[in-house]
């Protein structure tokens, strides 16, 4: 039972059933990308902008029994403007939160750590010290 | 007393989305040119905005994100950047208009020139913004902003013909002094108004700031269906004073001495001082919540830690934000630019982030990781839907009304 | 490699036949704990034949409400299957070509793992 799909020149079969998975699946756009960051506290780190795989032949034959790549860290900072407009920034600017940092994914990703120990706080940091602190009552908290 | 001061945060929101400097011209301008014939509009608006925002108090309380973090995770980040730019230009452009409406309203009070009042107003919005607390800031502005029901009192005062009143409201027409176009283009405007994203940017975040949980659906609800029904019913007692007052005459609203006239004509010099004090009160409260929201916009789309109840040191850019947000908004007013002008263009923004905001809420609140059992039901997604075409329709006729009609004039 | 260098590549069977475009990547955490969660391994891509955009996953769940936009956004991506990663045979930098008798699998998210 195949049927021509009216844009794609190959025909469409019947799908296999879908899968069972042994741990939690997680679809990159559904439940990692544009999902907020959290520290150890609840506290907003950053947004997950892309992901960073682990190395696999790019431009090349894969040879079979290639192990499937896993997800080394969740990138966050120019990427999220070369994945709207395309392109891709040099690595070494990406801001990198590597996958054993992270607690737990639920509707935001938990990480295990505090924000203060990870490199991509650092705008957050060189603000509050270029900045706010000059300003009296940076300090002071509100409850 | 808690109960009672439990509904600020719908209090204050409703008071930023209906009874801002904007609002209060437009409405004047509404009553004075088309009589009570709009007000179904602003019915249909309440409505609007009651459902959504309560939608987005829901899911804030029982998931802990604000509005503008889903709207990333479940358009993208293009259509989030589309519908942050369009946002934070509305923001920026009321938040100008509202600092300028404090110093027009203090001018009406102590006859000192706007222009001595404007950096006085964006140093004190500022301030708050820094340094007082969030509940305090909501109840005493709510509070404070609710003298605004003198103008409803003025119009019993003013012992008007409620006959034809009503005959107005409940079988609108065009009024013969005026084309179709601009009758449209004044109800887009009036959706728009009632319906300002920023709305339910500022009241999901506020349910943060509030540490809202899941039992605190309920408080959300009330402060819903208080404070945005409120806001309504004074945007037409407003619309109703200029018609009795204003329209006979041919009086056209050119500045806010003519829209606090049908009080003075009501009730006197303490009737007038009620409602400045209102005035001001409205127009402070719309200033915070719309810096507030462009704070809260930008943080919630780039990750940034934000919220008034955190020190502003652990939330740095969220404050510098606002800051730069308050210092282009005193340089725009520099300019010498009438700040309620600069609030008609925003209607343009608006087209493009009204439906941009209000279908990933829509579809958030039924989403069963975040909500649980606390999913929209039937009846509330049929409701929505509805407003979603209504909203669609309004977006995409708002541009070439407001070209065609030359903003209403 | 980031993920953004596979989201909408064109993808080609082993003839060089267009059958879709990459819109997400699916994981699964059954790898080495190095930290307290699994090693995220890829189990392959989720390939549309209509379009780029994954649009709210509704393709993926059953009983996506409200039940209006779930049915329009079904249809958007009626057609849409799992490649497995063993049935790539070449990622390029536009285009992912698959191994000839590449399996099509149903995408949809069974049960307790849809989250």
């Not at chain 1, 935001?108 to 203060?116: R, T």
């Not at chain 2, 009730?267 to 409260?285: D, E, M, S």
């Not at chain 3, 769940?61 to 039940?67: E, I, L, M, S, Y």
């Not at chain 3, 958007?76 to 399996?103: K, M, N, Q």
Request: charged share 15%; net charge neutral.
């Amino acid at each position: 039972m195949t049927r021509r799909s009216k844009r794609f020149d190959a025909p469409l079969p019947v799908l296999e059933p879908a899968e069972q998975y042994a741990g939690q699946v997680l679809d990159a756009r559904l439940h990692l990308l544009d999902r907020q960051v959290l520290d150890r506290d609840g506290v907003p780190v950053q947004v997950v902008d892309d992901l960073e795989l682990s190395d696999v032949p790019f431009g090349e034959s894969i040879p079979s029994e290639t192990p499937a790549p896993v997800i080394e860290s969740i990138l966050s900072g120019p990427v999220l403007g070369t994945r709207i407009f395309g392109g891709r920034p040099p690595s070494s600017r990406f801001h990198r939160v590597s996958w054993d940092r992270i607690a737990e994914i639920g509707i935001a990703i938990h990480l295990g750590v505090a924000g203060s120990t990870l490199d991509v706080t650092w705008v957050e940091r060189w603000v509050r010290d270029r900045i706010i602190s000059r300003i009296p009552g940076g300090h002071h908290d509100p409850e | 007393m808690k109960r009672v001061l439990g509904v600020a945060l719908g209090v204050l929101t409703a008071i930023g989305g209906f009874l801002d400097i904007g609002d209060l011209v437009t409405n004047a301008v509404v009553g004075s040119r088309f009589g009570l014939s709009l007000a179904w509009v602003v019915l249909v608006g309440v409505v609007g905005i009651c459902l959504f925002a309560q939608m987005s108090g829901r899911v804030a309380a029982v998931s802990g994100r604000a509005t503008f973090e889903i709207i990333r995770e479940r358009l993208g980040p293009k259509a989030g950047l589309a519908n942050l730019s369009a946002s934070f230009l509305i923001n920026l452009l009321t938040l100008t208009a509202e600092i300028g409406g404090i110093a027009l309203a203090l001018q009406l009070a102590s006859s000192v020139s706007p222009g001595l009042w404007i950096p006085v107003a964006a140093f004190a919005v500022w301030l708050v913004i820094w340094r007082v607390k969030f509940s305090i800031m909501e109840n005493v502005t709510g509070l404070v902003g609710l003298c605004l029901i003198v103008f409803a009192v003025a119009l019993f005062l003013l012992g008007p013909d409620w006959s034809k009143l009503a005959e107005q409201a409940f079988a609108p027409s065009v009024p013969g002094s005026e084309s179709a176009g601009a009758y449209w283009y004044y109800a887009v405007a009036l959706f728009g108004a009632a319906m300002t994203p920023y709305e339910v940017f500022f009241f999901s975040s506020g349910a943060v700031e509030e540490k809202w949980t899941k039992k605190d659906i309920g408080q959300s609800r009330i402060n819903v269906l208080v404070g945005f029904p409120l806001g309504g019913v004074l945007s037409v007692a407003i619309a109703a004073c200029a018609t009795i007052v204003l329209l006979p005459r041919g009086i056209e609203v050119s500045s806010l001495s003519q829209i606090v006239l049908p009080v003075a004509e009501a009730g006197g010099k303490l009737a007038v001082a009620f409602v400045i004090v209102g005035i001001v009160a409205a127009t402070f409260g719309a200033a915070l919540e719309t810096t507030l929201s462009s704070g809260y916009t930008l943080a919630q789309f780039f990750g940034w830690s934000w919220g008034k109840f955190r020190k502003p040191a652990e939330a740095a850019r969220f404050h510098v934000a606002m800051i730069v947000c308050l210092l282009v908004g005193l340089a725009v007013l520099a300019t010498g630019v009438d700040p309620i002008l600069v609030t008609e263009y925003s209607v343009v923004f608006s087209a493009i982030a009204l439906p941009l905001t209000y279908l990933p809420i829509l579809i958030v609140a039924n989403d069963e990781q975040y909500m649980g059992d606390a999913r929209n039901g039937r009846v509330t997604n049929a409701f929505a839907l509805v407003y979603l075409v209504i909203i669609l329709v309004a977006s995409i006729a708002a541009i070439p009304l407001m070209i065609l009609t030359g903003a209403g004039a | 490699m980031i993920l953004s260098d596979v989201l909408r590549s064109r993808v080609l069977d082993d003839e060089g036949r267009s059958v879709g475009i990459v819109i997400d990547a699916r994981f699964v955490l059954d790898g080495v704990p190095h930290g307290p969660l699994a090693d995220a391994r890829l189990v392959g891509f989720i390939v549309s034949p209509h379009t780029g955009s994954s649009f709210l996953g509704y393709e993926r769940h059953d009983d996506g409400r409200p039940a209006l936009i779930a049915r329009v956004l079904r249809w958007h991506h009626r057609g849409s299957f799992l490649v497995h990663w063993e049935d790539i045979a070449r990622l390029d930098e536009t285009r992912v070509i698959l191994r000839p008798g590449y399996r099509r699998i149903s995408p949809a998210l069974l049960g307790a793992q849809r989250r």
